[in-house]
């Protein structure tokens, strides 16, 4: 076989940290090849050589059979690689024909020259992009974003195309037509890596699946003879259930009522519009929708961190309406938000657990001193309830892993005995094993009673494991779903604001029928 | 082909920071020298009298360490308080513009207090001193919390804007300026009353400056409020990430207020400390503790007893390049302050060195 790709032996260590092992990876000319891997193991580190954003400690590269060295971006690209970021690299106030242009070096003098548009144009038309060169990209849609991003390597003449987690941001339908892209790519003869952890994906798309695990090589297999069970024994080393509990419970009065309710983003524009929902105690109700649909500031603003404009948020039959997140708090609802960077808000990285533990409750000892001994013995419990794997309570949040900061979260928002736990992308980035240790925790706390909003991106973690589903799309409400009786299909075209299920049999969404709490008494 | 390249070293070991450290000052003072051996200057007995602080055969040594602690004292209290800012991240570099501020208010006590009791009028320059640097740290917080404005840039006009305001005083012959002296012709700073010049406690003929007691007594406050109050704990926390202290109901605002405001007030106690003890106010009064804190501030990772340790040591440094510079007719003060820079630069690159390595890239070895 003729190979695009060969590495032989690359390693790379960060610190003590070795993020690539030895490892030996090949791609042939006009294959798709998944890069598999749990998080940490790896497969952005390899690709981010290959791009020349990293140079390996030791190992050698080969392309086309040739041995080459790629010390930058520039060489990389000169080597006819291209890659597409998990987050875009795109200049936000150019259209999407200056960001193409900007990285053509030898297209002449002229920004907006007609022999640019032309071959851009080409490269369009004969992959099947449909895209307005014209558009700025800061007005643009996700997808448009990512199919200008992959136009923008083909144009620069890239044979070998890598995608970091494309599917991550994108819709059932938009991931579908990507992947049309994708196949028409194929044809054309480039060779293409992709690196998700969504098996589906992998079995739909690729041609050899390789497999990363802790840093190291495990193996290459081909798609058409292996199923999801095996790769991800591959992936974690060992076997696993891979079911996801949902216990049904008795379901009580609503906690958590919210009416008509419309919300702002930072920059003023509409984020929440009119939505309306409730939460009863021990149920789980799923909000589903394409990422920044507004989940950002619902979160925010049931545990008051931001001002709504309009509507009414009901807690026990009591408004919450203009409360301070501390009260609030006391109230009995916690929120814990895992951001795309994980760390920024809930918790202080640099700080101990035993500090994060007390973030809520500091002010609650007497005196101008911290109760730290307090804080210690809660920091002990919760590390050994939620078995979290650290040196000690003094360790600084930042030096755990993924799965265990976000134990240490939940740990504290539960420790508090809520009766509504908003929980927001709670399994962000962990890998199998935590991610089903946090479904646990969230299974626990419904058995309790506790109300849960959970906010994900995974609409089939999401289906398994909440009681109904919510979709909203650009901030409004497309309706509320039984798990039971709906689709990934269904959700996806919900998601995408293709279809609208709210009233549709006449009943109003958010006011629950045994509610504590009328509509009159709210506007008094 | 590039072959080598930096790597963040995984582990830091106290041992290698300082003998990296001992390297980089060892490297700079061969340098210096170098220069003093051009000079004709012997290098070794130089170096005796500038790390000895010019104490060794002299019949007046308490007056170094006097020299030393006057120069000690104010470092050690800017360094402690904008400590205290860069901890919250809040990245004031305006020491010597709030330096400056508390000088002026001191002065301004100072000049008008003859015949006031000592105590009352010292007391009266620190509170003076603080509430005005006060004033202005929280007026620059304040523009940060509700306009978002950029609080290095303002900091930094601070010392500008003050710098030139002492030089107007200075070099203004009026009938309303009752800074400068009214026996001169020329316009220049008169000397403070008794009644504003710092006492101390007489130890022999040496004199303890109540100021550095002061110093000592702050560092240890400084300490227990930033490690075990609830106050302490808000300015971590605001520091790690303020997105993390507004979700917990901290009011970020408030919290960046107060400590801006304890942060300006403590430099402006430095400043009344500083005129009270040299007597007399000049635009030079600051000897550069805005900037120095810095330094001493980001050397010791902003823990207060490396803040004090480092204080020390850089005051050493200082107080020991000028007394040795007096003794030679070759050298002026300039050459003090090149030291100075050399050992400064050295020990940052040392610190950069002790963090990072150079790592060779091997091929791959099966291959």
């Not at chain 1, 309306?276 to 979160?299: H, P, T, W």
């Not at chain 1, 994980?342 to 005196?367: C, F, H, Q, V, W």
């Not at chain 2, 050690?76 to 308080?81: C, F, G």
Request: aromatic content about 8%; proline content about 2%.
């Amino acid at each position: 076989m003729e190979y695009a790709i060969e590495l032989k032996g690359i390693t790379k260590s960060f610190g003590p940290v070795a993020a690539n092992k030895n490892i030996n990876l090949s791609l042939a000319k006009g294959e798709i090849l998944a890069l598999l891997g749990e998080n940490g193991s790896g497969k952005t580190t390899l690709m981010n050589i290959l791009s020349g954003i990293y140079m390996p400690d030791s190992g050698s590269i080969f392309i086309d059979g040739k041995k080459v060295s790629i010390n930058s971006p520039e060489d990389s690209g000169k080597l006819g690689i291209g890659m597409v970021h998990q987050h875009f690299k795109l200049v936000e106030r150019f259209t999407a024909l200056e960001n193409i242009r900007i990285g053509m070096r030898d297209a002449g003098r002229f920004m907006h020259g007609a022999d640019v548009r032309k071959k851009i144009e080409d490269t369009a038309a004969k992959f099947g992009f449909e895209i307005d060169l014209d558009k700025v990209v800061s007005n643009m849609a996700v997808s448009e974003k990512q199919t200008l991003e992959i136009l923008k390597v083909l144009c620069y003449g890239a044979k070998i195309i890598i995608l970091d987690e494309p599917t991550a941001v994108l819709t059932v339908q938009e991931i579908d037509r990507l992947f049309d892209v994708l196949r028409k790519m194929r044809e054309e003869g480039h060779s293409i890596i992709i690196i998700t952890h969504k098996l589906n994906e992998v079995m739909a798309i690729s041609d050899r699946v390789a497999v990363l695990r802790h840093g190291e090589y495990i193996d290459t297999v081909v798609t058409k003879e292996t199923n999801e069970k095996a790769l991800t024994e591959l992936m974690v080393g060992r076997k696993i259930e891979l079911n996801i509990d949902r216990p049904v419970m008795e379901k009580t009065h609503p906690l958590l009522e919210i009416r008509d309710l419309t919300i702002k983003n930072d920059e003023g524009a509409v984020a929440i519009d009119h939505i309306n929902f409730y939460i009863r105690g021990g149920e789980m109700l799923g909000v589903a929708g394409i990422a920044g649909s507004g989940q950002k500031e619902l979160c925010e603003a049931i545990a008051g961190l931001r001002k709504i404009e309009e509507g009414q948020m009901i807690h026990e039959g009591e408004s919450i309406v203009g409360m301070s997140p501390k009260k609030i708090l006391e109230h009995g609802i916690s929120m814990s938000f895992i951001p795309e960077d994980r760390l920024g808000m809930g918790l202080a990285p640099s700080l101990s657990i035993t500090d994060n533990m007390i973030l809520k409750n500091y002010n609650e000892s007497k005196g101008i001193f911290v109760d730290r001994k307090t804080a210690r013995e809660e920091a002990q419990k919760v590390i050994d309830r939620l078995e979290v794997v650290t040196p000690s309570t003094e360790t600084p949040v930042r030096r755990l892993s993924g799965g265990n900061v976000q134990k240490v979260l939940l740990g504290r928002e539960i420790k508090s005995g809520p009766n509504v736990l908003i929980t927001a992308y709670p399994v962000r980035g962990l890998d199998i094993n935590s991610s089903y240790t946090i479904y646990n925790i969230l299974n626990e706390q419904k058995k309790k009673g506790v109300g849960i909003l959970f906010v994900g991106e995974d609409l089939d973690v999401m289906l398994a494991l909440c009681d109904k589903i919510m979709v909203i799309c650009h901030g409004r409400l497309q309706g509320v779903v039984n798990s039971n009786h709906t689709t990934k299909e269904e959700l996806g075209l919900m998601m995408t604001g293709t279809i609208n299920i709210v009233n549709k049999d006449g009943k109003t969404d958010g006011i629950a029928k045994d509610s504590a709490f009328t509509d009159e008494e709210g506007k008094a | 082909m590039r072959r080598y390249h930096l790597v963040r070293r995984a582990d830091s070991r106290i041992g290698r920071t300082i003998a990296f450290y001992a390297v980089g000052i060892l490297v700079s003072l061969l340098i210096g020298a170098v220069i003093l051996f051009a000079l004709g200057i012997n290098p070794l007995d130089y170096y005796g009298k500038m790390f000895t602080i010019g104490l060794v055969g002299n019949r007046y040594g308490y007056k170094s360490i006097e020299g030393f602690l006057k120069i000690f004292v104010p470092l050690l209290i800017t360094s402690l308080a904008l400590s205290l800012s860069f901890k919250m991240r809040f990245w004031n570099i305006g020491g010597e513009g709030e330096f400056l501020i508390g000088a002026i208010t001191a002065s301004v006590i100072a000049f008008n207090s003859e015949g006031m009791p000592n105590f009352v009028t010292v007391l009266l320059m620190c509170l003076a001193a603080m509430i005005s640097s006060g004033i202005i740290g929280i007026a620059i917080a304040a523009l940060k919390v509700r306009f978002n404005t950029n609080e290095t840039l303002m900091t930094l006009m601070i010392n500008y804007i003050m710098l030139y305001v002492i030089r107007y005083i200075g070099e203004t012959k009026a009938d309303w300026n009752f800074f400068l002296r009214e026996d001169s012709e020329r316009p220049k700073f008169g000397t403070f009353p008794d009644s504003a010049v710092m006492t101390g406690i007489p130890i022999g003929q040496f004199k303890l400056l109540w100021s550095v007691i002061i110093a000592v007594a702050l560092t240890v406050i400084v300490y227990i409020y930033l490690k075990y109050t609830k106050q302490g704990y808000e300015i971590s926390v605001v520091g790690d990430s303020s997105a993390t202290a507004k979700y917990a109901g901290m009011s970020v605002g408030k919290i960046v207020l107060r400590t801006m405001f304890i942060s300006s007030a403590m430099i402006g106690l430095a400043a009344a400390l500083t005129v009270s003890a040299s007597g007399t106010i000049s635009d030079t009064v600051t000897n550069n503790v805005g900037w120095t804190g810095i330094i001493v501030a980001w050397l010791s990772k902003l823990s207060v007893p490396a803040v004090f340790i480092t204080s020390i040591l850089i005051s050493v440094l200082q107080y020991g390049c000028q007394a040795a510079a007096t003794q030679y007719p070759a050298i002026d003060i300039n050459y003090a302050d090149l030291l100075q820079g050399l050992i400064l630069f050295s020990v940052l690159v040392a610190d950069f060195a002790a963090n990072f390595k150079i790592v060779k890239k091997e091929e791959a070895k099966n291959a």
